[in-house]
């Protein structure tokens, strides 16, 4: 990615708010600007899977989540309901947008174009400028709903990263699983990164 946009962090309420917090991490450590999105049910699951709490208003919740990462301005957070946030509309440029995890209902939604929230216009907004809309799907097993939505999104060009670690880099731990996913969407939107070894790296290292 050789722009100097900040890229769109999205956190719904998923399991997996873990994905959506390490990939920030990765984007800080790359020096990428981060625009931040939660939506109700993110904030929900991320208190119940990381013990989590950031409540408050757009102010509040800009303060905790740049305390808890530890960086200043590059991280900017949005209320869901600010449609005055430069991210609803297109004139900003076409966007990356990652959506991780991202809800069967936030899928649902984008595929259908309902655009009630600045979430679901930031994601129509990146599809119709032809942007960069990644998305990390969560849930299992999958509806037919489910996969025809996925279908038409990926028809749309949006990309679609189904949290779904391989085991071919022969994972130790839950950090080893969780980085080999936020690679993958690290790959999509061209940021380097070493959270994982790329496939027949040491065999060429050796050749
Ligand atoms: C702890 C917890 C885990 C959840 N896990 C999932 C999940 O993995 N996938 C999913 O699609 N919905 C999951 N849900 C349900 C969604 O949060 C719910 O459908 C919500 O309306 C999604 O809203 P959002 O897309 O605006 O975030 C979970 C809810 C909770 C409380």
Not at 65 to 85: A, G, P, Q
Request: glycine share 10%; proline share 4%.
């Amino acid at each position: 990615m050789s722009d100097n946009q900040p890229v769109t962090v999205v956190i719904t309420g998923a399991s997996g708010s873990i994905y959506g917090v390490r990939l920030i991490e990765n984007l800080l450590e790359a020096g990428k600007g981060v625009n931040l999105l939660i939506s109700d049910p993110g904030f929900i699951v991320l208190e119940e899977e990381m013990g989590i709490s950031w409540k408050g208003d757009e102010l509040s919740v800009n303060q905790l989540v740049r305390e808890y990462f530890n960086t200043d301005k590059e991280l900017i957070y949005f209320d869901n309901s600010n449609y005055f946030s430069p991210l609803a509309s297109g004139s900003s440029g076409r966007g990356t947008m990652v959506i991780a995890p991202c809800s069967m209902g936030t899928i649902g939604r984008i595929a259908s174009g309902i655009s009630a929230n600045l979430i679901e216009r930031a994601a129509d907004v990146v599809l119709k400028e032809k942007g960069n809309l990644v998305l990390l799907p969560r849930e299992t097993p999958l509806n037919a709903i489910h996969l025809e939505n996925m279908l038409m999104l990926s028809r749309m060009g949006a990309r679609i990263v189904p949290a779904m670690p391989g085991f071919y880099h022969k994972p130790q731990t839950m950090d080893d699983l969780i980085n080999f996913v936020v690679g993958k969407l690290l790959d999509q939107i061209g940021i380097e990164h070493d959270l994982v070894k790329k496939w027949g790296a040491e065999a060429s290292a050796t050749e």
